[in-house]
């Protein structure tokens, strides 16, 4: 089970960080996900980070997220800044057995239940 937290209520130019904890298996060789659920009932891609730590951005998120993991927590993070009313949403982590991050959802098997995230402008 992925269980995320962080999410909360800021105005546009604050800041969150979103952590997600794997609780019942080990994601260490997993690439870990962030998504946003949009108005559309859609997940849109966010950021990803591969078993390796390289990690991928949205063109919307790049210089102002930054995602990380720590192993030896069992966790993955997704450090917002500069936030937007447009980041608001339901953010979801999600972890691909794989270990090679992607941006489409159909590429991961486990999901958290997510965390809301509003900016208000």
């Known amino acids: 089970e992925l269980v995320e937290s962080g999410g909360g209520l800021v105005q546009a130019g604050g800041s969150l960080r979103l952590s997600c904890v794997a609780s019942?298996?080990?994601?260490?060789?997993?690439?870990v996900g962030w998504f946003r659920q949009t108005p559309e009932n859609e997940r849109e891609f966010i950021a990803s980070i591969g078993w390796n730590g390289s990690p991928h951005y949205a063109d919307s998120a790049k210089g102002r997220f930054t995602i990380s993991r720590d192993n030896a927590k069992n966790a993955a993070y997704l450090q917002m800044n500069s936030l937007k009313p447009e980041d608001t949403g339901v953010y979801y982590c999600a972890a691909d057995v794989s270990g090679w991050s992607g941006k489409y959802p159909d590429g991961y098997d486990y999901w958290g239940q997510g965390t809301q995230v509003t900016v208000s402008s």
């Open positions: 019942d298996r080990t994601i260490s060789e997993d690439a």
